[in-house]
Nanobody, 119 residues
Framework: QVQLVESGGGLVQAGGSLRLSCAAS????????MGWYRQAPGKERELVAT???????NYADSVKGRFTISRDNAKNTVYLQMNSLKPEDTAVYCC?????????????WGQGTQVTVSS
């Protein structure tokens, strides 16, 4: 079985920074892409950023220039550095990983971590 555990959420004032982490553990052969998604109250879940095993990244337009996604393949961990936070960034942030196991390939999700940005 595989688990994704996020950490680093919290309450921050507008203009501040937070760094999220998501560590994958379990029976893992390889992790392909990893990503961060978020869901605000009353809104649909949206993609924030993704990163491939080779380090190629993709960002939502709303976070470009403010957020940076990175990963440590040796630790099976993905990070999201969030700078210049805005109240509209308030949401539950979840990580997702496309994981290769011995006999399967599937997406796994973390439980989510709350990010609240006050004005």
């Amino acid at each position: 079985q595989v688990q994704l555990v996020e950490s680093g959420g919290g309450l921050v004032q507008a203009g501040g920074s937070l760094r999220l982490s998501c560590a994958a553990s379990g029976s893992i052969v390889r992790i392909n892409y990893m990503g961060w998604y978020r869901q605000a109250p009353g809104k649909e879940r949206e993609l924030v950023a993704t990163i491939t095993s080779g380090g190629s990244t993709n960002y939502a337009d709303s976070v470009k220039g403010r957020f940076t996604i990175s990963r440590d393949n040796a630790k099976n961990t993905v990070y999201l550095q969030m700078n210049s936070l805005k109240p509209e960034d308030t949401a539950v942030y979840c990580c997702k990983a496309n994981i290769v196991q011995a006999y399967s390939l599937k997406d796994y999700w973390g439980q989510g971590t709350q990010v609240t940005v006050s004005s």
